[in-house]
Structure formats: C-alpha cells, structure tokens
C-alpha cells in the first residue's frame, strides 16, 4: 500500500474508539440495480455521482451536510444513478452528517464511502450502498460482505487487480467495483477496468477514477461496466452540468457516429 493509505488507515483506526451510535437493525434499502436498469432503459449511463470535499492530495471545497444535500440534488436532477458520500474526515474532509443529509433529500440510492475496517462501521449510518474495499480487507473480506447484506445494505466490493477481484468473485458481493487507481503507486490506469471487466458475469460492474469526460465514460461502458463512479471533475465544475454530460455521454456517441456516416 501507498503510504498516504497506511496514513489514511492509522488515522481510521484512531476514529474507532469512539464511533458515533450504531444500530444493527436491518435497513430498507433502495435498490441499485433497479436504478442502473432504469438509466440504461433510457440509453443513458448510470453515473454514481459522487459529494466529495476533498482527496488527500487535492482540497476542492468546504461541504457542510447543507451543502451536501443541495449538491446532491443537482446530481439526481441530472439524472444521476446513486449519489456517493465521503465520510472519511481527516483526509478527504467528509462526515457522516454529509450522509445523513444527502440520504434525507434524495430519492436514489445512496453509497458511503470510507475505509471500512470493522464491522461496527457498517452500521454507524443507513446508506443503501457501502464501499468495502478487498485489498484493506483481504481474508476477511467474506465476513464483511456477509455482515453488509445481513444489515440490508449492498456492499459495492472494490477491487484494483486480478488477485483482488478473485477474492470478491468468491463472495456474495452483488457489486464489483474496479478502481483504475492503483494503491501502491496512486497513479490512474483506465485500461485496469478493460482488463479486469471481462472477467466479471452476473455481477453489477463499477469502474472507479480517472473518469473526467464523455469519451472515457463511453470507453468504461464499452469494456462491459453496468456503472461509473465520477467525484473529483463532478466537484470542480458545475455539478449539475457535468453530471448531466456524463449521463448523456451515449447521446454524443451516437450524434458522433451519425455525422461520420453522412
């Protein structure tokens, strides 16, 4: 692992002592998949369109649980499949109130996103969709998708090689997410999705990073991916406008290759 992860998972493990109240009790969660069919129904991609204050490297805006919920908006209205939610606070600047908010005011499903270690995390807040990642996790993985669906939340399982997504493979998970990021070296390599896509049936596909316009949307849906999870050039530009473009993203492709033919 990268050493801003070992950072970021020192700073997890001192959080977890005092975790805000939890409640095993079983959620009603919004389906995702009914979202993605829904979207693509329409020839529109699902866009998982993400609140995201900051990244380790890059501070992009102060995001109250207000302004979470008014950026969240945005993003439905623009025809986003499910809204992503940093809770990690130290270093990518987000909170479970953001959560709570945005889950408040939208009617999609909603994913938290955070560096998941035990399992009394998975039920700190209601989100319908929960980021596990299988790299962090490794042998305990299994317990931890098993744990996610028994509280009625879908575990989207993040994987970045072929090691990783075997393990997720072996699972229950019904959410394979690929991150084209690679945790030892952070640098983004869109074709990790192409590679690792193909090798992937029967589950619900999200390519993660390094997604900033139409044509690398187009080329992530091309490599078979039922999804995309889009944060850092949603944040910068107008949210509603950006959203809007990657979910429409078919549409130019198809305007495109009109006018080639004529």
Known sequence: MHQIINDILDSTRKRLPHPVKTSKEKIAARSFKESIKTIKNKNLIPVISEVKPSSPTKFIRDVTPQDAAQIAKQMEAAGAAAISVLTEPQFFKGSIKNLNSVRGAVGIPVLRKDFIIEKSQIHE???DLILLIAGILGSNLNDFVNESLASGREPLVEVHNEMELENALSTHANIIGINNRDLTTMKVDISTTEKLASLVSG???????????????????????????????????????????LVHALDSKIRKTADERR
């Open 125 to 127: 807040a209601d989100s």
């Open 203 to 245: 589950r619900i596909i999200v390519s993660e990073s390094g997604i900033s316009s139409p044509e690398v949307a187009v080329r992530m849906m091309d490599a078979g991916v039922d999804a995309i999870l889009v944060g850092t050039s949603i944040m910068l530009g107008n949210v509603y406008e950006k959203t809007y473009e």
